[in-house]
């Protein structure tokens, strides 16, 4: 077991990672408005950005305005995914990152929301170059950090 390392982004480094993404893939998206992948999804699509639901059992559903895919390999043959929003527990992240690595080829971010940390996979993406916020909110920091403007308003 590997211990977590703490590496506390900045406003300024949240700022450049959400300024900077332009396609989401949401690991665990779900059609249920009560949870909280539901809304964070529709939360970022409200903002422009284009984000793909990944969830087997919900596949080919619309979702955030998009059909949900049966996996990350089926929405990367969608789009150029730069970011990936994990809602799992902690202890499963670790796959869905490997897979991520092999798969997202454009991938830039991996977000793990709040309560969601591994410092083993948190380790093996920043070993690849990819930027790793782990317990924070897109949906929280957003607003903060942005106001009410639109992904495409922001200069990056």
């Not at 999804?41 to 919900?58: E, S, T």
């Not at 971010?109 to 993406?125: C, D, K, R, S, Y």
Request: aromatic share 6%; charged share 25%.
């Amino acid at each position: 077991m590997s211990v977590r390392m703490s590496i506390n982004q900045t406003d300024q480094d949240i700022r450049r990672i959400l300024g900077r993404a332009r396609t989401i893939c949401l690991v665990g998206a779900s059609p249920k408005p009560e949870r909280a992948s539901h809304r964070v999804g529709h939360f970022l699509a409200g903002r422009g950005y284009r984000v793909i639901g990944v969830n087997p059992g919900q596949a080919g559903t619309d979702l955030y305005g998009e059909p949900v895919a049966s996996s990350m390999e089926e929405a990367a043959a969608r789009a150029e995914i730069d970011f990936l929003d994990i809602f799992r527990r902690s202890d499963a992240v670790l796959p869905v990152v490997e897979e991520a690595l092999n798969v997202l080829p454009m991938l830039k971010t991996i977000w793990m929301q709040l309560g969601v940390m591994n410092a083993e996979a948190a380790e093996l993406a920043r070993s690849r170059g990819i930027d790793v916020v782990e317990d924070r909110c897109p949906a929280i920091d957003y607003p903060r950090l942005f106001g009410n403007i639109r992904v495409d308003e922001i200069e990056g």
